[in-house]
């Protein structure tokens, strides 16, 4: 099968629909440093979806994953289930990995496996083409697309997470953008507040920002602090974008999880 053909099919049938649905096409550079992580190569089935949809996508329910979870899922299933990737996961909700047969170039199936309280993986179960997914999703959408969210209101939300040293520099190189802050540290729970969480408020980028403060003892301590924006931000003008780069240019390590496509309420 000409799969990029397909997905080109796909990609025009959803112009239609291009103010209520969002993906973000992966670039081969991109796709080559997955394959150099997993030390192996994505067959055609899934390159060209990627590189057609990449993972941050609204389009098909059944098939969202982000990169960081891509990689734990890979991780969690890489023994026990050699050749196989993980293209989504519900494993919050439902237990269920969905991965496909890397191996098998002429296999188009995708393949549940449940993970029970254990983290033991059951039985892997063959389910449906991942073409047959993807048609679904399309004729789902042609009956419910005008009950969905804009793109205009959905949005991005990535929370930072800073060590005490990374905390100090991170103060310092922002002073250049405006950094101020705008309330003492206070107990995040009160009266009781036995977790040791602590607030404060900051302003970055004429937003009001809360700052959170976790001492996890030995004289370590986290900070967090969320920056949301909507999906459609130019890249230039992303305050999350922005802050990444400052950190990686200064070197400040830091922990980030993303979590797109939210509605605003």
């Known amino acids: ?39 192996q190569t994505i067959k055609p089935l899934y390159r060209e979806y990627l590189l057609s949809f990449g993972m941050i996508q609204d389009v098909f329910e059944e098939l969202r994953t982000n990169l960081d979870r891509f990689f734990e899922d890979f991780d969690f299933i890489k023994d026990s289930l050699s050749g196989y990737l993980p293209i ?14 890397n191996n098998d170039l002429q296999d188009d199936f995708v393949y549940n496996v449940e ?32 009950d969905r969210c804009r793109n205009e209101d959905k949005i991005n939300i990535v929370e930072f997470i800073l060590s005490n040293n990374d905390f100090t520099k ?13 309330t003492d ?10 977790f040791g969480y602590e607030v ?31 999906i459609l931000t130019d890249y230039e003008k992303s305050i999350i974008k922005r802050t990444e780069q ?9 922990e980030k999880i993303e979590c797109k496509l939210f509605e605003n309420d």
Do not use: C
Request: aromatic residues 14%.
């Open 1 to 39: 099968m000409d799969y990029k053909k397909y997905y080109k099919e796909i990609e025009e049938s959803l112009m239609k629909f291009s103010e209520f649905v969002y993906y973000e096409p992966m670039t081969k550079d991109e796709i080559l440093e997955i394959e150099k992580r997993i030390g």
């Open 88 to 101: 989504a996961s519900g494993i919050d909700f439902e237990d269920i990995i969905v991965l496909i047969n």
């Open 115 to 146: 993970v029970d309280s254990n983290n033991k993986i059951g039985k892997l179960k063959k389910i449906k083409p991942l073409q047959e997914i993807i048609d679904e999703s399309i004729l789902e959408l042609e009956n419910d697309y005008q």
């Open 170 to 182: 991170f103060i310092e190189i922002f002073k250049a953008v405006g950094i101020k802050q705008k």
């Open 185 to 194: 540290w206070k107990p995040k729970y009160y009266p009781e507040n036995i």
């Open 200 to 230: 404060a408020i900051f302003e970055l980028f004429n937003n009001e920002i809360i700052f959170e403060r976790d001492d996890i003892g030995e004289g370590n301590t986290k900070y967090r602090f969320e920056l949301e924006e909507p």
């Open 246 to 254: 400052l950190l990686d240019n200064h070197k400040i390590r830091f």
